[in-house]
């Protein structure tokens, strides 16, 4: 354990970073369910935990409001995409702000200011030779008299043989050109011909070279399923890619003769990343390349579900090398595991998900956030119940950390912070704690990290049943008030440990013990502070 504290303490004297943190952008056609929250509140998670250390971060993310579920949501629906569009992004949008989710900015890909630096960087990619011209064979459906995107049709999974999608099977496989031929049109359920059509190409499969060695640079940053994923992909070969579809809403491509056709959902979504930060810094007057030019002050996360790996693993960073302008590739990779619900994994036709508006509108956020950072789906598939939820709720929650606030704070006829000494013992858990914690948190582990944290929380329980106050209190009120004193500081620095994970009862900490703006190191509450305003924190909840 020593050594582990030691390079600790070394990070602790590095200069400040400037971390950039993207989180996916979830597509505007459905709801966003439970398995949506647990791949994207990482990167809540570490934007405030960045915070705290002092760094320079941007976070940013937006709503993905192009590509062919959108158009069929509003056909069925008998309205325009964009009305769809923007009835989820509104929607989105409410549910990060329940959620106290903290972003910098949260904008969309529809927005004038993406559209227009997207095709910029298009733009770019095309003059610099890595953008060029293809005919191929393409999925044509004769009864509908066009030719049909990915998601239009259907085929029979190579993989594990199910029937999916053309874009992308549940399974994670991605089909091939060569996968869709004899497609079945959705619409219209009859069998597609191959005809030839022109569409602009990604040249993806030169940067095999770039791309591997990228990868075996920074994978150990990278969680298990983005490294396995990524290297499945190389091993195969990179193939080149169309950025270019026949559809009618969507980006439109800046090259003379392809003005029938729109940007690749998926090109246009990762550079929303870039687009992000450049409005961002814009709008509050700074360099938006000190967060993605080079200069070995940068750390960039990327926050998604596993389903997205490799449009972050592989094409984001083929996309910057493409413009030949020394972007930063990203260096963390933060993919998350599927959550299921009760051993179903969740599907739009079957209806199994939960939103995450009617967790909120019926549970405690704060809660909810910490389970799905403490049991949710890190390194492997989870599944949630509502009554595994309540359960760590009740235990973890209400009767570990909730009963210690609220037995030191509201003891009976204690009216303010008594002047007393730091237990020294419990100031060094403290203080390992910030360390451990930290440690556990740049590894990825965030499961580890919240155990850490009730981890201090069951040694300050301990200390105050050993202790026992309420016997000091009539015995030798000394001793009583250095056990709460003591107790008090725990608190205080829980204000603080728990920001990350539950911004809203953290804050209610620091108003309750009168605290300064969080930080990631040991403070000390100040004797005499009045107790009259604290309440209890969390409710039990009702199995």
């Given at each position: 354990m020593?050594?582990?504290l030691?390079?600790?303490?070394?990070?602790?004297?590095?200069?400040?970073?400037?971390?950039?943190?993207?989180?996916a952008?979830?597509?505007?056609?459905?709801?966003l369910?439970?398995?949506?929250?647990?791949?994207?509140?990482s990167?809540?998670?570490?934007?405030?935990y960045h915070?705290l250390?002092?760094?320079?971060?941007?976070?940013?993310?937006?709503?993905?409001?192009h590509g062919?579920?959108?158009?069929?949501?509003?056909?069925k629906?008998?309205?325009m995409p964009?009305?769809?569009?923007?009835k989820?992004?509104?929607?989105?949008?409410?549910?990060?702000?329940?959620?106290n989710?903290s972003?910098?900015?949260?904008?969309k890909?529809?927005?004038?200011?993406?559209?227009?630096h997207?095709?910029e960087m298009?733009r770019k990619?095309?003059d610099n030779?890595?953008?060029?011209?293809?005919?191929?064979n393409q999925?044509?459906?004769?009864?509908c008299?066009k030719?049909e995107?990915?998601?239009?049709?259907?085929?029979?999974c190579?993989n594990?043989g199910?029937?999916?999608?053309?874009?992308?099977?549940?399974c994670g496989?991605?089909?091939?050109?060569?996968?869709l031929?004899?497609?079945?049109?959705r619409?219209c359920?009859?069998?597609?011909?191959?005809?030839?059509?022109?569409?602009?190409?990604l040249?993806?499969s030169?940067f095999?070279?770039k791309?591997?060695?990228?990868v075996?640079?920074?994978q150990?940053?990278?969680?298990i399923?983005?490294?396995?994923?990524t290297?499945?992909y190389?091993?195969?070969g990179?193939?080149?890619?169309?950025?270019?579809?026949?559809?009618?809403?969507?980006?439109?491509?800046?090259v003379?003769?392809?003005e029938?056709?729109?940007m690749?959902v998926w090109?246009?979504?990762?550079?929303?990343?870039v687009?992000?930060?450049?409005?961002?810094c814009e709008e509050?007057n700074?360099?938006?390349?000190?967060y993605?030019?080079?200069?070995?002050?940068?750390k960039?996360?990327?926050c998604?579900?596993?389903?997205?790996?490799?449009f972050?693993?592989?094409?984001?960073?083929?996309l910057?090398?493409?413009?030949?302008?020394n972007?930063?590739?990203?260096?963390?990779m933060?993919?998350?595991?599927?959550?299921n619900?009760?051993?179903?994994?969740?599907?739009?036709?079957?209806g199994?998900g939960?939103?995450v508006l009617q967790?909120?509108?019926?549970?405690?956020?704060?809660?909810?956030?910490?389970?799905?950072?403490?049991?949710?789906?890190e390194?492997?598939?989870?599944d949630?119940?509502i009554e595994?939820y309540?359960?760590?709720?009740n235990s973890?929650?209400?009767?570990?950390?909730?009963n210690?606030?609220?037995?030191?704070l509201?003891?009976k006829?204690l009216?303010?912070?008594?002047?007393?000494?730091?237990?020294s013992?419990?100031?060094s858990?403290?203080n390992?704690?910030?360390k451990?914690?930290s440690?556990y948190?740049?590894?990825l582990?965030?499961?580890?990290?919240?155990?850490?944290?009730?981890?201090?929380?069951?040694?300050g329980?301990k200390?105050?049943?050993?202790?026992?106050p309420?016997?000091?209190?009539?015995?030798n009120?000394?001793?009583?008030?250095?056990i709460i004193?003591t107790?008090?500081?725990?608190i205080?620095?829980?204000?603080?440990l728990?920001?990350?994970?539950m911004?809203?009862t953290?804050g209610?900490?620091?108003?309750?013990?009168n605290?300064?703006?969080p930080?990631?190191?040991?403070i000390s509450?100040?004797?005499g502070t009045?107790?009259?305003?604290?309440?209890?924190?969390?409710d039990?909840i009702?199995?």
């Amino acid at each position: 354990m020593d050594s582990v504290l030691n390079d600790i303490s070394k990070k602790e004297n590095k200069s400040v970073r400037n971390v950039l943190i993207g989180g996916a952008w979830p597509y505007a056609n459905s709801s966003l369910h439970l398995g949506h929250l647990a791949a994207l509140i990482s990167g809540d998670f570490l934007k405030r935990y960045h915070k705290l250390l002092g760094d320079n971060v941007i976070y940013v993310s937006g709503t993905d409001c192009h590509g062919t579920p959108i158009t069929e949501s509003a056909k069925k629906e008998g309205v325009m995409p964009k009305d769809i569009a923007e009835k989820y992004h509104s929607e989105f949008k409410e549910v990060f702000e329940k959620m106290n989710f903290s972003y910098d900015l949260y904008t969309k890909t529809c927005d004038d200011y993406h559209k227009e630096h997207v095709k910029e960087m298009f733009r770019k990619m095309y003059d610099n030779g890595y953008i060029y011209e293809k005919k191929s064979n393409q999925p044509y459906c004769e009864h509908c008299g066009k030719f049909e995107a990915d998601r239009e049709i259907e085929i029979v999974c190579p993989n594990c043989g199910e029937i999916t999608k053309g874009d992308q099977c549940d399974c994670g496989y991605v089909p091939k050109e060569s996968d869709l031929i004899g497609a079945t049109c959705r619409e219209c359920r009859n069998k597609t011909i191959e005809k030839e059509n022109t569409h602009l190409y990604l040249a993806l499969s030169k940067f095999q070279d770039k791309i591997q060695q990228y990868v075996k640079e920074n994978q150990m940053n990278w969680r298990i399923a983005s490294r396995n994923e990524t290297e499945k992909y190389l091993k195969e070969g990179l193939k080149d890619r169309a950025v270019t579809r026949d559809l009618s809403w969507g980006i439109d491509i800046p090259v003379s003769g392809f003005e029938d056709k729109k940007m690749y959902v998926w090109i246009d979504a990762v550079l929303g990343y870039v687009t992000a930060t450049q409005r961002y810094c814009e709008e509050n007057n700074l360099n938006w390349e000190d967060y993605w030019k080079n200069n070995g002050n940068i750390k960039m996360y990327m926050c998604h579900g596993k389903d997205n790996i490799t449009f972050h693993t592989i094409i984001l960073p083929a996309l910057l090398l493409a413009m030949n302008e020394n972007f930063h590739l990203p260096d963390v990779m933060v993919a998350s595991q599927y959550l299921n619900i009760n051993s179903e994994k969740i599907s739009k036709s079957k209806g199994n998900g939960i939103t995450v508006l009617q967790m909120v509108d019926e549970y405690n956020v704060d809660s909810l956030r910490y389970y799905m950072l403490a049991y949710g789906p890190e390194n492997r598939d989870v599944d949630f119940t509502i009554e595994n939820y309540i359960n760590v709720h009740n235990s973890d929650i209400v009767n570990k950390f909730g009963n210690f606030v609220n037995r030191t704070l509201k003891f009976k006829g204690l009216e303010e912070i008594p002047s007393g000494i730091m237990d020294s013992d419990i100031e060094s858990k403290i203080n390992e704690t910030y360390k451990i914690v930290s440690k556990y948190i740049e590894e990825l582990d965030f499961k580890k990290a919240c155990g850490k944290i009730i981890e201090l929380i069951e040694i300050g329980n301990k200390y105050y049943d050993d202790k026992k106050p309420w016997i000091q209190k009539k015995e030798n009120v000394e001793e009583f008030n250095n056990i709460i004193y003591t107790c008090a500081n725990i608190i205080a620095n829980l204000s603080n440990l728990l920001e990350p994970i539950m911004p809203e009862t953290a804050g209610k900490l620091r108003g309750y013990l009168n605290l300064g703006v969080p930080c990631w190191e040991e403070i000390s509450v100040e004797e005499g502070t009045s107790l009259e305003n604290v309440e209890i924190l969390f409710d039990r909840i009702d199995n």
